[in-house]
Nanobody, 125 residues
Framework: QVQLVESGGGSVQAGGSLRLSCAAS????????MGWFRQGPGKEREGVAA???????NYADSVKGRFTISQDNTKNTVYLQMNSLKHEDTAMYYC???????????????????WGQGTQVTVSS
């Protein structure tokens, strides 16, 4: 059973930072690819970042240079460090584990994912 629990969301002013955490059950954490997605008001869910089991990472163009995805294998946890936040980053953020697909550039967003319940991020301008 997939178990993902996100935390760390909140409200912040533009230019600020937040760090999201995703605690996974041990079996879930063995996934070969984990990532973060988001869904803003009136928008479709979009991929933000992904990290493969070998540590390689991929990012959406809109967050490159501002967001960093990382993992702590000792805690079965994946993080998303978000800096220089913008109003348009406002969204519900979901942690995901890939069920099927390729965890590589250009492909990861098209995989089949299981998501957690999400954590809200609100950036005020």
């Amino acid at each position: 059973q997939v178990q993902l629990v996100e935390s760390g969301g909140g409200s912040v002013q533009a230019g600020g930072s937040l760090r999201l955490s995703c605690a996974a059950s041990p079996l879930t954490y063995k996934s070969y690819c984990m990532g973060w997605f988001r869904q803003g008001p009136g928008k479709e869910r979009e991929g933000v970042a992904a990290i493969a089991s070998n540590g390689s990472t991929n990012y959406a163009d809109s967050v490159k240079g501002r967001f960093t995805i990382s993992q702590d294998n000792t805690k079965n946890t994946v993080y998303l460090q978000m800096n220089s936040l913008k109003h348009e980053d406002t969204a519900m953020y979901y942690c995901g584990t890939m069920a099927r697909g390729y965890c590589s550039e250009g492909y990861w967003v098209h995989g089949i994912w299981y998501w957690g319940q999400g954590t809200q991020v609100t950036v005020s301008s």
